[in-house]
């Protein structure tokens, strides 16, 4: 029978092409989330560079070997905690939108390349070719990234689900242009309509976690990261959803404990927690 444990979902405010800045944040806010007992640390995508920032043709790093990864193994290893992490990566000649699990003995347990890029991010990240799942104390964790989840028909997160995954996380970098008006038009819809029906044939869990902050170079430049991470339970219950907004840093925390149940064997529920929010 897999364990419990509290997750905890970071919108970080991620800082385009600012690298040290970056990590020197997404450290404290692992740590943080450590002193909270969170068990499980979720973060955004391309939390690094920033996702399509130009900074990532030149600045890419190799995973697990690249400085920001280490840092990030050292950080799991220190807080005791597994973390999951959007990264961008340099391979050879090649530089890819990538995410990782890692271990709390500082070990990538799980890497993923994003398969279902947007169109305006193939300048900067080649295709990856591959899913994956890795097995660990709290049941089998599938990895997706961000738009891999509205893949048509759902169908990566669905092969996630036939590959065993109790638990999916999604490191996500989810933007609106800069007049969007959310209480006219309220953030995630899209999200709710990919996640709960996966959640609900497969009774998986889905987490996905959005960085915040203005989109400052690339091809979206002045759009607005909007956080607005989201949590759904393995029945298709929404458990909760983090504050919308270019300035909602928060941490999201959900204490997640697995139910025996006849059939599949084993199923996740989540209980909603509490945020820590950062003016």
Not at 36 to 65: F, K, Q, R, Y
Not at 141 to 159: P, T
Request: negative net charge; charged residues 20%.
């Amino acid at each position: 029978m897999p364990k419990p444990f509290k997750l905890a979902m970071v919108q970080m405010s991620v800082k385009g092409g600012e690298k040290s800045t970056n990590l020197k944040h997404a450290v404290e806010l692992i740590s943080e989330a450590s002193e909270n007992g969170a068990e499980v640390v979720l973060l955004p995508e391309c939390l690094d560079l920033g996702w399509t920032h130009p900074s990532a043709l030149e600045m890419a790093e190799p995973i697990p070997d690249g400085t920001f990864c280490t840092a990030l193994s050292q950080t799991a290893q220190e807080n005791q905690v597994y973390v999951c992490a959007g990264l961008t990566e340099q391979d050879g000649n090649q530089v890819y939108n990538a995410a990782v699990v890692i271990n709390p003995k500082g070990k990538v347990i799980l890497k993923h390349r994003k398969l279902n890029e947007l169109d305006i991010g193939h300048d900067y990240y080649a295709q990856g070719d591959r899913l994956n799942v890795a097995e660990t104390e709290f049941g089998r964790v599938g990895l997706m990234i961000c738009a891999d989840g509205f893949a048509n028909g759902q169908v990566l997160a669905r092969s996630l689900c036939y590959m065993g995954a109790d638990v999916i996380l999604s490191p996500c970098a989810w933007a609106r242009p800069a007049d969007h008006d959310n209480e006219k038009d309220p953030y995630g819809a899209v999200w709710r309509d990919c996640y709960i029906p996966v959640a609900k044939e497969f009774s998986t869990a889905i987490f996905g976690a959005s960085c915040v902050g203005w989109i400052t170079d690339g091809p979206w430049k002045g759009r607005k990261c909007v956080g607005s991470s989201l949590a759904i339970d393995s029945d298709g219950t929404e458990l909760l959803q983090g504050p919308y907004g270019p300035e909602a840093e928060c941490i999201l925390y959900t204490d997640v404990k697995p139910v025996q149940r006849a059939g599949r064997g084993t199923y996740w529920a989540g209980y909603p927690g509490s945020g820590r929010f950062t003016q």
